[in-house]
């Protein structure tokens, strides 16, 4: 596959004021949105645009013999997938038939400040039967996704891939196969909200079903099995026992594109009978690696490549500490398809995680001290059920600052016995330090007890989230900022 290089010219496109309020259509009603508006960041254009429209809707989704009924982009699970070039304007003419308010934020996509769709700090929510018309460049190519900043919603089907490709890759591969991983209740078991009510209840000695109460400190069960036990497990939207099916031949080279959309499960994922290749995270190159397994935490990304075998190769993603599997089939030959319980051996030998991974040629931040570093300390409770960020949640939260061309340092600090994938907005941050080997990522797991610090540079003005992509977490208050001063 050859793709030839366009050209690319430098420029301003558009302003924080006129791109947020002047375009926000009319039955949307612009949120408290601070007065403060900033400057989008300098973006290589190819000066061409790509228009979409979106709508997310109650709809029915089949899960694999099984209809739910479900929130959704559309309607499908994952929802209506958007693709775009490096470089291209997009317009996103978004309108919300859901019965309440709705955003979108637009998770990887380092663009503008008045677009990243967090409701009262970048982008007015979109009250139910609203619209809003989204209009940004996107600065960097990956396999990115999409979902509403209303972190319950993301528990239902409200999530789709956002591909953005890259003008210079050579794109080694035949065949382009996207998995989005989920764990899945919404119309099989609790609805998010009871399960967050039940959380909330007294550490769950309401007795309701559904809930891990491990995940703190109430022993039980693994520290990582999250706070929530899910009925389903999905992938595409399908279960295990009527998966998804990727029809190649033998020898083709497959772009997986792994995306984990779920609210409260880390997964770890393999291919039967393959190595799979990593050469990306979170939209980046990574220097590539072979691995049998892979761990992937919510909200994170990876691209692996495999040449395929002659046969039927089940693809796994083995919920951390929560029983089931969710998983797709490769096809290449004959061959029966294996049990949907099946796990590959490849699953038994300890995944590959981010400390395995280097920066991809080019891809580290240019070496330099920072000029401010922010310590950023995770902590919560069961009981209350309450997850924190610098000891508060977020209604107290005060926020982490950075002058915009400064270089910055968190330094991550988790005090609890659960990872927590923590996620940084309008930004990349370098694991470790800037200049040095980690890779480049949006989202980093957080290990239980553990530390992590990662670098980044303060090139796009604005006020950033920065979260817990648990979504229960992130409802229960584990979310700061990171606020450009002046
Ligand atoms: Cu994908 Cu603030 O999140
Ligand atoms: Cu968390």
């Not at 959380?199 to 995940?215: F, I």
Request: charge should be negative; proline fraction near 8%; include cysteine.
């Amino acid at each position: 596959m050859k793709v030839t290089r366009r050209q690319f010219s430098y420029g301003f496109l558009g302003t924080g004021v006129t791109l947020g309020l002047a375009a926000c259509s009319s039955n949307s009603t612009p949120g408290p949105i601070g007065t403060t508006t900033f400057s989008p960041k300098p973006v290589a254009t190819t000066g061409r645009v790509r228009k979409f429209a979106l709508e997310a809707r109650p709809t029915q989704v089949d899960l694999g013999g099984r209809v739910v009924d479900t929130w959704a982009y559309g309607d499908s699970i994952p929802g209506t997938l958007l693709r775009a070039t490096a470089g291209d304007r997009v317009q996103v003419a978004f309108k919300n038939s859901l019965p309440m308010p709705t955003s979108v934020h637009w998770h990887g996509l380092a663009i503008q400040n008045s677009m990243d769709g967090v409701p009262g700090v970048t982008t007015p929510e979109t009250p139910a039967g609203g619209t809003f018309d989204f209009d940004f460049v996107i600065p960097d190519a990956g396999t990115h996704w999409f979902h509403p900043h209303h972190p319950l919603q993301l528990d239902r089907g409200l999530y789709a891939p956002f591909i953005v490709d890259d003008p210079h890759e050579p794109g080694a591969y035949d065949i382009e196969w996207i998995l989005v991983l989920d764990d899945w209740t919404d119309g099989v078991g609790m609805s998010p909200d009871q399960i967050l009510a039940g959380l909330q209840a007294k550490g769950g000695s309401s007795g309701m079903g559904g809930m891990n109460m491990g995940g703190m400190n109430m022993g039980g069960m693994g520290a990582d099995g999250g706070d929530v036990t899910y009925p389903l497990y999905l992938i595409n939207g399908r279960a295990p026992s009527d998966p998804q099916t990727l029809a190649a031949k033998p020898g083709q080279r497959v772009r997986m594109r792994i995306i984990n959309s779920s609210a409260d499960t880390i997964f770890t994922v393999a291919l039967a009978g393959h190595d799979l290749q990593i050469t990306h995270t979170d939209g980046y190159p990574v220097s590539p690696v072979s691995a049998a397994s892979l761990r992937i935490g919510m909200g994170e990304r990876y691209d692996a490549i495999v040449t395929l075998k002659d046969g039927v190769f089940p693809f796994v993603a083995e919920p951390l500490g929560k029983l089931g599997i969710a998983r797709a089939l490769v096809r290449t030959g004959g061959g029966a398809v294996p049990a949907a319980s099946f796990t590959p051996s490849e699953l038994t030998g300890d995944p590959l995680t981010v400390t395995s991974l280097t920066a991809g040629t080019g891809t580290a931040l240019p070496a330099r001290e920072p000029d401010t570093v922010q310590d950023l300390a995770l902590g919560g409770t069961m009981s209350p059920y309450e997850w924190t960020i610098n000891g508060t949640t977020y209604d107290n939260t005060a926020p982490l600052t950075i002058r915009a061309g400064q270089a910055g340092r968190l330094r991550i600090t988790n005090a609890t016995m659960m990872s927590h994938p923590i996620h940084l907005h309008g930004h990349t941050f370098q694991i470790g330090a800037a200049g040095g080997t980690g890779p480049r990522k949006d989202t980093v797991l957080v290990p239980p007890m553990g530390a992590v610090n990662v670098d980044l540079v303060a090139d796009n003005p604005g006020k950033w989230m920065v979260h817990c992509h648990n979504a229960y977490h992130a409802e229960a208050g584990m979310m700061t900022r990171l606020d450009y001063t002046t």
